[in-house]
Nanobody, 126 residues
Framework: QLQLVESGGGLVQPGGSLRLSCVVS????????IGWFRQAPGKEREGVSC????????HYVDSVKGRFTISRDNAKSTVYLQMNSLKPEDTAVYYC???????????????????WGQGTQVIVSS
């Protein structure tokens, strides 16, 4: 059974850091693109970052460039999202998702992802 489980969310002050983890099981991470998405109350789900399996490229939404870093450890079947310099507007539920076949231009679009985790809450507040 294919499964994705996120962890690492929590409450952090503005300017702080968190590292989210997404552990996958039931499929070989080597052959899947992985994306991180977030959804704040009353807002649509937004693509934050993604890592392609085909060429190893990574992509970020403009609002997190220079602050967030996605990485994958295929041997541990885990994908990470390191989030630094967090801002209140980063507050959301964060989800990881997997897709077996994506183009780079589709990487940050949730509609192309088939498998989803349950989400982890991130709150940035003083």
């Amino acid at each position: 059974q294919l499964q994705l489980v996120e962890s690492g969310g929590g409450l952090v002050q503005p300017g702080g850091s968190l590292r989210l983890s997404c552990v996958v099981s039931g499929f070989n991470l080597d052959y899947y693109a992985i994306g991180w998405f977030r959804q704040a109350p009353g807002k649509e789900r937004e693509g934050v970052s993604c890592a392609m399996s085909s060429d190893g490229s990574t992509h970020y939404v403009d609002s997190v460039k220079g602050r967030f870093t996605i990485s994958r450890d295929n041997a541990k079947s885990t994908v990470y999202l390191q989030m630094n310099s967090l801002k209140p507007e980063d507050t959301a539920v964060y989800y990881c998702a997997a897709s077996p076949a994506l183009l780079a231009r589709q990487c940050l679009d949730a509609v192309w992802y088939v498998y989803w985790g349950q989400g982890t809450q991130v709150i940035v507040s003083s």
